[in-house]
């Protein structure tokens, strides 16, 4: 068994879609756990209604959510699916579950309601390319992974409940290989005890696959790209980044981490757990070798640049010159670990620490209204992180040029500069 994960760009437009049955003809005699995201910008366009109900303008949420329901009827009907084995009806039920949700007045809290209509997006996506699949001769079943994937009720970061989700994959997805190939289901999403659905956090579709090649024991998770494979920077930012064949789990952790916008950071430690490889491959051209992910420690790895915008430094100060003790650390942590803010960066002195996270506006100033009860705080923003992994004096030096440096640490693996 293999798992495959193709990711929104994949599936953004007619003709990527097209290019699906020939990549799958490749793989007819395996069997196939397909894990599809939201189409393109969906999932941002979904944000976008989601804001707008819960800021009581069902008009806008309503006009916004029609185009969304434009498009995909306008993909739908562009692929020639026919109305064969209820098709426009499930499409219809989903559209009336969130239509009706943004008829009513948001009494709960807006991650509820996000995840509630965000989901939709993996729903109709895969509906659309199970049916048009089918159509193709790639017979392969749908399943709603909110009946499989069972979460806490942590909306928008939602937790998997392993051991649930594993029982149910056993009684319900198991038994469908005895009679098709493949099983077509949605990444980024689950269900509550309560049915409510729930999301794993932007980008978690890779999450959803490796959790399915972890529960299924499965040979390999290949997750289809519109690019090459990994590259040792992001090509959009540095035009003459490289390609590279093969890399470790350490590495590639270590890489998702740093920010690195590869692999979502929690894909890894589910394939690693059970030795399970990782193919990054492109869907353009499957002929392409793509990066292979594995256990094996890979020497000689070009320096690997990973670049962060929009970053604060939070300066903490004791008030009365008495040292940061391990105390006012712990409780530092716990501040961060309850506002789900990820330290990027963390430098102590005496009586300081510095603390580096993304710039989410309302967390930050959250947390530093809670340092202040045990700390001077001040906000230093708009700064950029930049990580060099495998690093060479130069390229550090050509990559921070002329500007002003904050804060700088170095192992000798890595070395990471906070600056203007
Ligand atoms: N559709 C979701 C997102 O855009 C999940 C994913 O693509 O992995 O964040
Ligand atoms: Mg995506």
Redesign the pocket.
Known sequence: MKVFKF??ASVDSVSRILNLPAILKNYESEKLLIVI??MGK??NALEKVAEAFYAGNTGLALERFGEIRQSHLQIAQSLGTPDISGFQQRMGDFFTEVEWLLHDKPVRDFNYYYDQIVCI??LLSTSILSHYLNMAGITNQWVDVRDIFSTDDQFRSANIDWEKTAARLKEEIVPLFNGIHIVLTQ??IGSTDANESTTLG?????YSAAIFANLLDADSLTIWKDVEGVMNADPKAFPDARFIRELGYDEVIEMAFYGAQVI?PKTIKPLQNKNIPLHVKCFLDPSLPGTLIHSKHINDLPPIIVLKQNQVLIHLRTRDYSFVGEESTARLYNMLSALHIQANLLQSGAVTLQVCADHIPGKIEKLAQEASLLFDVQLEKGLTLLTIRHYRKELLDKLTGERKIVLQQWTPETVQTLMY
Do not use: I, P
Request: glycine share 32%; net charge negative.
């Open positions: 990711g929104g995201s939201a969906t999932t997006g993996e990444g980024f932007r980008e978690g579709s890779d979502h």
